[in-house]
């Protein structure tokens, strides 16, 4: 069964930086391109960056592009979004989102998601 | 970059309409477009995919056409199970972008 199980999510303060996991199993994951997308309450899905299955081509929205950065280490079999400079409009659902195999380029699993509160 | 504008954001309807969501991106993506639903405290998951392909287990009362510019979900006779928020998504070169979504409420 495939499983994408995010981590990392918490209370901080603007202008603070934090760490997402993704842990991902039951599938090769080594052979899928990855995504992060995030959900601020009550508010719509933004996607936020893209990496191919060797890390060699990355993506950004340009909401985040500068402060946030993907990578992956596919010999753990995860996914990361390393965030800093936060801002209060960070606050949101971050999940991690496995592309369909063959270069599809929709999502066909989402992690549970993990929730990222920035406020003073 | 790419915007995708979904109309209408809310929409009201009863069991056993027709439903229809529309989709408009800023530029051409071909058929580089899928439909994603999403209910409370849920992730998302793909309806449709590459404008008009049904993905496996969802049901057949969704379809989806367009491509360019213009896509439409339809949802041919509305079921309890279907009152939830739905997303377009394009998938152009390496970014994607959602549209804002629109609510599929009870009437």
């Known amino acids: 069964e495939v499983q994408l199980v995010e981590s990392g999510g918490g209370l901080l303060q603007p202008g603070g930086s934090l760490r997402l996991s993704c842990a991902a199993s039951g599938f090769t994951f080594s052979s899928y391109e990855m995504n992060w997308v995030r959900q601020a309450p009550g508010k719509g899905l933004e996607w936020l960056s893209y990496i191919s299955t060797s890390g060699s081509t990355i993506s950004y929205a340009d909401s985040v592009k500068g402060r946030f950065t993907i990578s992956r280490d596919n010999a753990k079999n995860s996914l990361y979004l390393q965030m800093n400079s936060l801002r209060a409009e960070d606050t949101a659902v971050y999940y991690c989102?496995?592309?369909?195999?063959?270069?599809?380029?929709?999502?066909?699993?989402w992690g549970q998601g993990t929730l990222v509160t920035v406020s003073s | 970059d790419i915007q995708m504008t979904q109309s209408p954001s809310t929409l009201s309807a009863s069991v056993g309409d027709r439903v229809t969501i529309t989709c408009r991106a800023s530029?051409?993506?071909?058929?580089?477009l899928a439909w994603y639903q999403q209910k409370p405290g849920k992730a998302p998951k793909v309806l449709i995919y590459k404008a008009s392909s049904l993905e496996s287990g969802v049901p057949s009362r969704f379809s989806g056409s367009g491509s360019g510019t213009e896509f439409t979900l339809t949802i041919s006779s509305l079921q309890p199970d279907d009152f939830a928020t739905y997303y377009c998504?394009?998938?152009?070169?390496?970014?994607?972008?959602f549209g804002q979504g629109t609510k599929v409420e009870i009437k």
């Open positions: 989102a496995r592309e369909v195999a063959g270069g599809g380029s929709w999502f066909d699993s």
């Open positions: 998504q394009q998938y152009n070169s390496y970014s994607r972008t």
């Open positions: 530029q051409s993506i071909s058929t580089w």
